[in-house]
């Protein structure tokens, strides 16, 4: 039987709504297909995030964002089977728009409303585009960096968090970094043309914090402030520094947890840099490195269907709908192990 | 040299040392980071490495070190199994016990591990710890208890049923209130982490 599941992501800096079709009981590229996933950017600015202008900008753009996902996927809002959206980790604000969206969706048409964990979201929708099976995840974002495997715990399953930033993501500290080095723009972006820019490759020392499987970023940061070093050059040093960082971590927990398969996730799996250092290091342990495609690396709709799509199937049960920003990935059980 | 073991950060190869056994770890050069920042770090971490090896000896089962080189340490051989791959079989928690009294002797000498995993302690006639190349000296209660937090992770699925005798272990190698200072600021490490449930 085919199903249609509507998606609505709102965590954080994206408002996004996509449609997914589902034919069988198994999420895969042949029966699982993303009919539409549109999505609107909150737009980066000298200070971050507003919260309140956040949940504004998101009410706003929402409405437009559902018709044109309508549109392009060819349906009508009647044929929708359930809706899925973004419970957390994310901004408060921004969530509760989300919520109230896809609940009062589900009001309206009396379909069930699926509860779906962003970060696991973000894995799912990972494993869907690329193939990859119970890989060890790297999960990079603005607010998250995480190391993540599968683990089967009693008779269910849970995502294990193996490493993860005792401080901030590490897309907040290069973002942090471009306003503090005064990029253009004044984010990850900027830090990553800079380093561009950048060719004597003498690499200014800055710290380098690995605990083990867990990282910080914030004695890099500080180092940066102080620095009298050229923009550029600093630039450079704490894309290195940063993206060594985490490759050692992960590096660290694929030898310990033995997984055959490395998958980037999040709106930084994206940069080139991090990318090759990961596919470097995964070659010297013989190991396949998956990185998400761009459509689905930052946030967006279609990963919240089609995780959802994932939860009906399996018959994944769920306590509340509530949404809630604390939200961890590795408190919640399933029923696939794939 | 026959390659003994491979971690994540350096390879082992077997060789003999004044006729007796001994194994030579190389950190080999990462391809993935800056040149200078590999050679910074594996030079560093080799000195750092034999500087605690050195003083643990006398306090901890540790390798005994032989000879250093710039990239290169030559250290005794302690024959036995990852405490990783002996939990993959039931019990193991007179092992974990062990584990943690050891612990609790390099944090008594003023030690911390840096990366105290069970991938990291060697089980044989004795429980012996390896890898020092995350490690520091230090009396600090925040970086001790990392050390048990990182241990307490790597039991994986069976963190529940395994970590009370490790903490057991680790409070009898130093004074009681001391231990439970240490346990109590790892519990406020985790309620600091990220979307922790507080």
């Known amino acids: 039987m085919k199903k249609l599941v509507l998606g609505i992501e709102s965590t954080a800096h994206t408002i996004g709504v996509a449609l997914v079709s589902q034919t069988g009981k198994t999420v895969s590229q042949e029966k699982t297909r993303v009919l539409s996933n549109e999505l609107a950017k909150y737009p980066s600015s000298k200070a971050g995030f507003i919260p309140r202008k956040l949940a504004d900008h998101h009410a706003e753009h929402y409405a437009t964002l559902l018709k044109q996902a309508l549109e392009k996927a060819g349906v009508d809002a009647r044929e929708i089977d359930a809706i899925a959206f973004s419970q957390g980790p994310g901004i408060g604000h921004s969530l509760r728009v989300g919520y109230m969206a896809a609940k009062s969706a589900a009001q309206l048409l009396d379909k069930p409303l699926v509860p779906v964990n962003h970060t696991i979201a973000h894995v799912e929708a990972g494993k869907w585009a690329t193939g990859a099976i119970d890989p060890l995840t790297v999960y990079v974002s603005g607010g998250n960096t995480q190391i993540l495997a599968l683990e089967k715990s009693g008779g269910a399953y849970r995502y294990r968090v193996y490493g993860e930033t005792l401080d901030v993501g590490i897309g907040n500290f290069l973002d942090n970094a471009g306003r503090l080095l005064e990029l253009d723009p004044p984010d990850a972006v900027g830090v990553m043309l800079a380093a561009k820019q950048y060719h004597e490759k003498e690499l200014v020392d800055l710290p380098y914090t690995v605990k083990g499987v867990d990282l910080a970023f914030s004695g890099l940061l500080s180092a940066i402030k102080r620095s009298t070093a050229d923009h550029n050059a600093l630039a450079y040093a704490a894309q290195e520094n940063a993206y060594a960082m985490l490759v050692e971590a992960a590096e660290r927990c694929l030898c310990h947890t033995n997984k055959k398969q490395v998958m980037l996730v999040g709106g930084v799996a994206q940069n080139p840099r991090l990318q090759e250092m990961f596919a470097s290091m995964c070659d010297e342990h013989g190991t396949t490195l998956k990185a998400v495609p761009t459509a689905y690396a930052g946030d967006n709709g279609a990963m919240i269907a089609v995780t959802g799509v994932k939860m009906l199937a399996s018959g994944t049960e769920w306590k509340s709908t509530e949404p809630n920003q604390g939200l961890r990935i590795d408190g919640q059980e399933f029923k696939w192990n794939d | ?198």
């Open chain 2, 1 to 198: 040299m026959k390659k003994f073991d491979g971690g994540a950060e350096a390879t082992l190869y077997e060789t003999t040392f004044e006729g007796k056994p001994a194994l030579a770890k190389k950190r080999a050069p990462k391809n993935y980071r800056h040149p200078q920042l590999d050679e910074r770090l594996r030079s560093r971490r080799t000195r750092q490495e034999a500087k605690i090896l050195r003083a643990a000896k006398p306090e901890a089962n540790v390798p005994e070190l032989y000879g250093e080189t710039k990239y290169e340490l030559i250290e005794s051989r302690v024959d036995g199994v990852l405490l990783r791959k002996r939990l993959e079989k039931k019990g193991g928690a007179t092992e974990c016990c062990e584990a943690g009294r050891q612990l609790g002797l390099l944090h008594g000498a003023g030690i911390v591990h840096g990366d105290y995993s069970t991938s990291n302690v060697l089980v044989g006639r004795k429980v012996t710890v390896i890898d020092f190349g995350l490690g520091s000296f230090s009396n600090e209660l925040e970086k001790r208890a990392e050390d048990i937090l990182l241990f307490k992770k790597s039991l994986q699925a069976r963190e529940d049923e395994l970590f009370p005798s490790f903490a057991e272990g680790y409070a009898t190698a130093m004074d009681k209130k001391e231990a439970q200072g240490v346990l109590e600021r790892a519990n406020v490490i985790i309620s600091r982490a990220r979307y922790a449930q507080r």
